[in-house]
């Protein structure tokens, strides 16, 4: 049955605020990124391909906050995959016991980034915090130290408070993931006599594989977006060791006014993402089976 | 045996932290030094609660809040819920082009925007205003609410909407009076799912409001990182007090959160 072209108007009010408000911005950022703007005055110059080489050959900062971003990544991504999965293994059955478990796993989600901010710096404090004091409780008073101001410590630690931020929410979509595998197939691995870790690495994993690629590719879109936490805990210090890409544009764009070269930044960060989400996809597709 | 203390292990994980932030925002900043994690001999107090309220304009943080997250939850999931509806009525490649277009907001970060985004709120003088913030919070939540709705749509059985077409009901009315009800899970799992994004967002307010009367509770928290330094009494005091709507509905919704966030998740 055709559909009359009235249904054309169901898109206006948002197709206009969505143009206005994401694509145009969007589509900008390609054009002042090839521009001298410093985002107050009237005129600014075209420059050509200057601040892209700029930054790839004269920024050392925005290599070290690639480094950084790919460090946290990656951290992130292992961590939080193989914690969410173990628990979700835990956790599969749907006693009342379990569903409790799982709400309280997942409570730190609903949080502001902002808080969690605040509640583990405390616990980092060198002086008041939790860390320091578990550490000389369990006599390991050696490792002590000022976590969040220390420039090879800090990063990993704005890691851990993302996985515990988020690592429940990851709980609960392989949770959705394992019930999908029909009970069956461990019925057959069972009369088999398969082991364990024969099941989990014929069975479940491969078939888990669809949640898994939700995972991770929600996970690195998460860890590019960390800047709220990494701005409320370190603002990329000490010594730029936990600037990652996102807080680095905000201190380009904002805190030195070098709108066009913040722009160009913002390109390349895209052209990451699109690269990374595409790999990963791809990775994640060929690991797939049927059975 | 091994499966039981990783579980509890995770739990104090989670736990432990709570408690340490109720019990620190009842103390004084001088007990907290000298009794960083303990309960002080002296007895804890609920004066921060108080000073908090007095020093701080905190009901209208919290009104801003409200008013912001409430406004833009709406008005999100309204035009959300008209394009998914156009866009699983269209057929056809028209269809597909315009559900991708509307997609990319879901995968391009916030902050790969935010310098044009904020040279544009700029220019149409939308900074310091509730207003500026919910249009733009409409814009940028939308493709995902959109994502979501869509998938749900496309499941409503057509034979239905073609009945009622067939009875002389126009678009309008087949999406007011079948679409929506029918949708209302869907939409309610999505409302959720807004409504924590919105509710703690900082990015926006940090970019668009430098004025204390226009702030949210995320930036107003921010804020007074800067004044209180290492007043992690005060700190926490303001993080209970931010944190607490959103924690009753959790405990009394649980179910619906998990639902919300999960279709949030899911759009692999």
């Known amino acids: 049955m055709k559909v009359s072209k009235s249904i054309y108007l169901f898109f206006i009010p948002g197709a206009i605020l969505y143009a206005i408000f994401f694509l145009y911005p969007a589509l900008s950022a390609f054009y002042y990124s090839v521009t001298n703007w410093d985002g107050i005055s009237p005129s600014y110059a075209f420059v050509g391909f200057e601040n892209y080489v700029r930054a790839f050959t004269g920024d050392s900062i925005f290599m070290k906050a690639i480094g950084n971003n790919l460090k946290f990544l990656l951290f992130v991504v292992v961590f939080q995959t193989i914690v969410a999965l173990v628990f979700a293994m835990i956790l599969r059955k749907n006693s009342k016991i379990n569903v409790f478990w799982r709400a309280l796993f997942f409570f730190p989600t609903i949080l502001s980034s902002v808080s969690v901010a605040f509640v583990w710096s405390f616990i980092y404090d060198p002086n008041l915090g939790l860390l320091n004091a578990g550490l000389e409780a369990v006599g390991l008073g050696q490792l002590q130290q000022g976590w969040l101001g220390d420039e090879s410590a800090a990063i990993f630690a704005l890691a851990f408070t993302q996985v515990w931020f988020h690592a429940g929410q990851m709980l609960i979509i392989f949770v959705a993931g394992l019930h999908a595998i029909p009970n069956d197939l461990y019925e057959v691995a069972n009369i088999e006599g398969a082991t364990r870790w024969q099941t989990f690495r014929k069975v479940t994993w491969p078939l888990l594989a669809p949640s898994a690629t939700i995972v991770i590719a929600y996970t690195t879109i998460q860890s590019f977006k960390a800047f709220d936490l990494v701005f409320a805990m370190t603002r990329g210090g000490p010594n730029y060791s936990t600037e990652i890409i996102a807080t680095y544009i905000y201190e380009v764009g904002f805190r030195s006014y070098s709108f066009g070269y913040a722009s160009a930044i913002s390109v390349i960060f895209m052209a990451i993402i699109a690269l990374i989400t595409f790999l990963q996809f791809k990775a994640l597709r060929s690991g797939r089976v049927n059975y | ?268």
């Not at chain 2, 700029?122 to 814009?139: H, R």
């Not at chain 2, 939540?141 to 067939?166: C, D, H, N, Q, R």
């Not at chain 2, 900082?202 to 004044?227: E, M, R, V």
């Open chain 2, 1 to 268: 045996m091994v499966k039981k203390g990783a579980l509890l292990l995770y739990g104090f994980l989670i736990i432990i932290p709570m408690l340490m932030v109720i019990l620190t925002s009842m103390k004084t900043l001088q007990q907290t030094f000298d009794n960083p994690l303990g309960i002080p001999a002296s007895g804890l107090q609920f004066s921060n609660y108080i000073d908090i309220f007095i020093e701080q304009t905190m009901v209208g943080y919290f009104a801003n809040s409200v008013i912001v997250t409430l406004c833009s939850v709406f008005f999100a999931l309204l035009f959300a819920s008209m394009i998914a509806f156009g866009i699983s009525r269209i057929h056809g490649w028209v269809g597909g082009v315009l559900f991708a277009v509307f997609s990319l907001g879901m995968i391009v970060p916030a902050q790969v925007i935010m310098v044009p985004l904020y040279s544009l709120v700029l220019q149409l003088e939308l900074t310091d205003s509730l207003f500026g913030l919910i249009i733009v919070n409409v814009a940028v939540t939308m493709p995902i609410a959109i994502f979501i709705l869509t998938g749900f749509m496309k499941t409503l059985p057509k034979e239905l909407f073609e009945a009622s077409m067939i009875d002389g009901a126009g678009n309008w009315k087949i999406f007011t009076k079948m679409v929506v009800p029918m949708s209302l899970p869907s939409m309610s799992a999505t409302a959720i799912f807004l409504f924590v994004i919105n509710w703690n967002d900082l990015l926006y307010p940090l970019l668009f409001i430098t004025d204390n009367a226009y702030k949210t509770l995320p930036l107003a928290l921010l804020d007074f990182q800067g004044q209180y330094a290492t007043n992690y009494p005060m700190l926490f005091t303001g993080v209970i007090i931010s944190s607490l709507p959103m924690v009753l509905v959790y405990i009394f919704l649980q179910r619906y959160f998990v639902a919300g966030m999960m279709a949030g998740a899911v759009k692999g």
